[in-house]
Each structure stands twice: as structure tokens, then as C-alpha cells.
């Protein structure tokens, strides 16, 4: 699977757009882009995921750019409970692993 | 949504015991499930896939005798710790496929168990 980076932190303002950026810049052409969060000691909570068009559902917005190499993801309005380490991971759809990296610990602060 | 139910969601054992954990598929058929481990201020790390009626593949470093995996049925998958000593002490974390979605479905976690050894 493609390596991804994210940045380790990042802090938000209650009721402001937040946007989360991943580079995966060695995902290969079958390889979808997932996001998911993990809120202190629960399991992680799948968000959402893409191949190459952006997609939205009721939790975020995934942007993928062109050449697939980075995405963003966007909580439009963040609250304090959206407050939780954010994974983005890229896996082919013939690999059902996910691999965790370290994440994005993302604070809403109020 | 899928649901995957974590049973127990904590437990504490004295060290030299045994501990199994439960994850369980509720309105789904698992195919496949898989075994995290979580130690504290880090990422979530696979310890070991799970095909029903097969037998588990464990990743690198991971020891198949002292964390036995069991996916007997479609809706059912059990870890358990051998002799587990304090060191064994995480979050362990489990996840499953529904084997009716198409292959780049998102995986479901359960709720994840803590395991303390003392």
C-alpha cells in the first residue's frame, strides 16, 4: 500500500470549516483514498473515501487533486466532539488490510 | 451501518491466565476480519487477518501460539491471549469486511477491549 503524510496536530475553531491534508504521492492507479477517526479509546470511525473524483456524505468532503497525489479532507463545521486523531489511509481494493499511520491529531477548541 | 461488536470492552487478568475477546458481525457476514493491537500514544497495528473456516495469517513479529485466532463462523471471530503477561497490556481493536460489498467497502471496527495484566 501507498505510504501516506500527514501533519502530527492541528487545532480548530468550533463552528469553522476544517481541512485536513494528506500527501500520497506513490498511490497507485487501483488504490482508493480512506479516511477515518479514532476519538480517545473507541475504535476508529470510518469517515469517508475516494478514487479519484471528490466525494461528500453527511460527515466530510473528500478532495482529491487531479493527479491523485494529496486529498483534503473537510469537516465544514467543526464541532467539539469532531475533536479526534484523523487517518488517511490508501489501499487497493483487492487488499482489505488498512495500515494506520500516525495521523492527524485535530482539537476543536471552542 | 454495519456493526461490530467488541466483547469484552475491558477486562483485567492476572498474569499466566488466558483472555479471550469476541468480535462479532451483527447485520453483516464477516468474510474476513482483522486484529489490531494499540499501545498507548500509538497508531493502531495489524496483528493478524482472519477468513472464515481458514486459518489466521499473522503479521511479521506477531506469535500465533500466544494470540490464537478463531473465525469459525461468519459473524464470529476470537482472539485470545495465552498466558498473558503485563506487556500484553493494549487496546486491541477488531475490524470486518462484509463479504457482500464490493472490494474497496470500508472495513467496521468494533469498539476495542483493554486489556490489563497484572
Known amino acids: 500500500d501507498a505510504k501516506t503524510t500527514q501533519p502530527p496536530s492541528m487545532d480548530c475553531a468550533e463552528g469553522r470549516a476544517a481541512n485536513l491534508p494528506c500527501n500520497h504521492s506513490t498511490i497507485s492507479g487501483n488504490e482508493y483514498v480512506y479516511w477515518y477517526r479514532q476519538i480517545h479509546s473507541q475504535g476508529p470511525q470510518y469517515i469517508i473515501h475516494?478514487?479519484?473524483n471528490n466525494e461528500t456524505n453527511e460527515m466530510a468532503s473528500l478532495i482529491i487533486t487531479e493527479d491523485r497525489k494529496s486529498s483534503t479532507l473537510i469537516l465544514p463545521h467543526a464541532t467539539l466532539r469532531d475533536t479526534a486523531v484523523y487517518y488517511c489511509?490508501?489501499?487497493?481494493?483487492?487488499?482489505?488490510?488498512?495500515?494506520f499511520g500516525a495521523g492527524t491529531t485535530v482539537t476543536v477548541r471552542a | 451501518g454495519a456493526v461490530v461488536s467488541q466483547h469484552p470492552s475491558w477486562v483485567i487478568c492476572k498474569s499466566g491466565t488466558s483472555v479471550k475477546i469476541e468480535c462479532r458481525s451483527l447485520?453483516?457476514?464477516?468474510?474476513?476480519m482483522f486484529w489490531y493491537r494499540q499501545f498507548p500514544k500509538q497508531s493502531l497495528m495489524l496483528m493478524a487477518t482472519?477468513?472464515?473456516?481458514?486459518?489466521?495469517?499473522?503479521e511479521q513479529g506477531v506469535e500465533k501460539d500466544k494470540f490464537l485466532i478463531n473465525h469459525a463462523s461468519l459473524t464470529l471471530s476470537t482472539l485470545t491471549v495465552t498466558s498473558a503477561h503485563p506487556e500484553d497490556s493494549s487496546f486491541y481493536i477488531c475490524?470486518?469486511?462484509?463479504?457482500?460489498?464490493?472490494?474497496?467497502?470500508?472495513?467496521?471496527f468494533g469498539n476495542g477491549t483493554r486489556l490489563t495484566v497484572t
Open positions: 482472519s477468513n472464515e473456516g481458514s486459518k489466521a495469517t499473522y
Open positions: 475490524s470486518a469486511r462484509d463479504g457482500a460489498e464490493g472490494g474497496n467497502s470500508p472495513l467496521h
Open positions: 475516494g478514487l479519484k
Open positions: 447485520d453483516f457476514q464477516a468474510t474476513t
Open positions: 489511509i490508501v489501499r487497493g481494493s483487492n487488499d482489505y488490510k488498512l495500515s
